[in-house]
């Protein structure tokens, strides 16, 4: 149970509680055990109102609290403890993480193998079979999960999340407040390879990936995502970027600081990416490149040439009847010709 006091405390990391000195004694000791939409959450629960369109369920919302502005202040349910901020649904992000169900495991596991020259820091759990090579270093408070490979000379920061199956390869460097999901690999072998004279004969000779992975602080990598490390030089992903499921991020690339990008996305090697930019699902990002600060790109762009200004891009087709799709179809064709 998460007091309206603990509510408040986590909420102020990011932004005031307007109204916080207004609330009495009681209401800052009212225990609540999750959260739960306007219409649905019961006293027991917080909700928040970050929509105009749900503020008809404002008014009869059974929730113990709930999140709101101040324009809607005056609408909340007399029984409903009022907490008053100017991002209602950045608050409910940050209340979010106290109900957040947690593992009961701390410690090490017996089952886990750790190299003798291993730095673990204090508070740290490692889950069961986990493998830990030699000179890697492990910072204060990180986790492990069941099954996690961390191989030679890696560096793990502090308050670092590692869920089952991540695979950390060697000599990558992850900052702190690192969150890697379920079957991430970081620092596998980048695909490079040169052409013999003949390769459905000789094949292809493969180029040793020599670079590493350097990750910054408060990064979040979704499950099943790879970033390969560098060629030469490193791959580098920047602070407070997050990453979605199923991403595959090539070697050399360079990602700035708080950028998103959403599932089945694909960025070629050698690519720089800028700051705060927004990468839609299934997008397809072509090597060697470099895109500006503050882009955001739409789903299913295909990106194959640098773009040098901030903004929005989009490429594709958008979903219309079979019919009409051929019929575009037909005469885009025929531009081409022209």
């Known amino acids: 149970m998460i007091t309206i006091e603990q509510l408040i405390t986590r909420i102020e990391q990011?932004?005031?509680?307007?109204?916080?000195?207004?609330?009495?004694?009681?209401?800052?000791?009212?225990?609540?055990?999750?959260?739960?939409?306007?219409?649905?959450?019961?006293?027991?629960?917080?909700?928040?109102?970050?929509?105009?369109?749900?503020?008809?369920?404002?008014?009869?919302?059974?929730?113990?609290?709930?999140?709101?502005?101040?324009?809607?202040?005056?609408k909340v349910a007399q029984n409903t403890v009022a907490l008053i901020v100017a991002a209602p649904y950045l608050a409910y992000a940050s209340a979010s993480q106290l109900f957040a169900c947690t593992s009961l495991f701390k410690g090490i596991h017996p089952s886990a193998v750790i190299a003798e020259s291993a730095v673990i820091g204090n508070q740290v759990t490692v889950g069961p079979f986990c493998m830990i090579g030699e000179g890697v270093q492990i910072g204060d408070r990180s986790v492990l999960d069941a099954h996690v490979v961390i191989e030679a000379n890696s560096s793990i920061g502090t308050d670092c999340v590692l869920k089952s199956q991540v695979v950390i390869g060697h000599d990558?460097?992850?900052?702190?407040?690192?969150?890697?999901?379920?079957?991430?690999?970081?620092?596998?072998?980048?695909?490079?390879?040169?052409?013999?004279?003949?390769?459905?004969?000789?094949?292809?000779?493969?180029?040793?990936?020599?670079?590493?992975?350097?990750?910054?602080?408060?990064?979040?990598i979704g499950s099943q995502t790879c970033i390969d490390r560098g060629a030469?030089?490193?791959?580098?992903?920047?602070?407070?970027?997050?990453?979605?499921?199923?991403?595959?991020?090539?070697?050399?690339?360079?990602?700035?600081?708080?950028?998103?990008?959403?599932?089945?996305?694909?960025?070629?090697?050698?690519?720089?990416?800028?700051?705060?930019?927004?990468i839609g699902g299934a997008v397809g990002i072509t090597g060697h490149i470099e895109i500006a600060d503050d882009v955001t790109l739409s789903g299913m762009t295909m990106v194959t040439k640098s773009i040098t200004k901030a903004g929005s891009y989009s490429s594709g087709t958008a979903a219309m009847p079979t019919a009409n799709w051929r019929r575009a179809a037909v005469r885009f064709r025929q531009l081409g010709r022209d």
């Not at 990011?14 to 000195?21: A, F, V, Y």
């Not at 999140?67 to 202040?73: E, F, R, Y």
């Not at 670079?211 to 979040?220: E, L, Q």
Request: glycine content about 10%; overall charge negative; aromatic content about 4%.
């Open 14 to 74: 990011r932004q005031p509680i307007l109204n916080k000195d207004d609330l009495s004694a009681e209401q800052l000791c009212l225990k609540l055990e999750g959260i739960g939409n306007l219409t649905t959450a019961n006293s027991q629960q917080l909700s928040f109102l970050a929509n105009p369109h749900y503020l008809p369920s404002l008014a009869t919302s059974q929730a113990g609290a709930v999140l709101t502005t101040s324009d809607h202040q005056s």
């Open 172 to 220: 990558c460097v992850l900052g702190n407040r690192v969150r890697l999901h379920a079957g991430v690999s970081i620092g596998s072998e980048g695909f490079g390879f040169a052409p013999t004279s003949n390769p459905s004969v000789t094949g292809w000779e493969r180029i040793a990936q020599l670079g590493r992975v350097v990750i910054g602080d408060d990064v979040r």
């Open 232 to 278: 030469i030089d490193d791959t580098v992903i920047g602070n407070h970027v997050i990453i979605d499921n199923l991403v595959q991020v090539a070697h050399n690339v360079r990602i700035g600081d708080g950028t998103a990008i959403a599932a089945q996305t694909g960025i070629a090697g050698s690519t720089t990416i800028g700051k705060r930019c927004i």
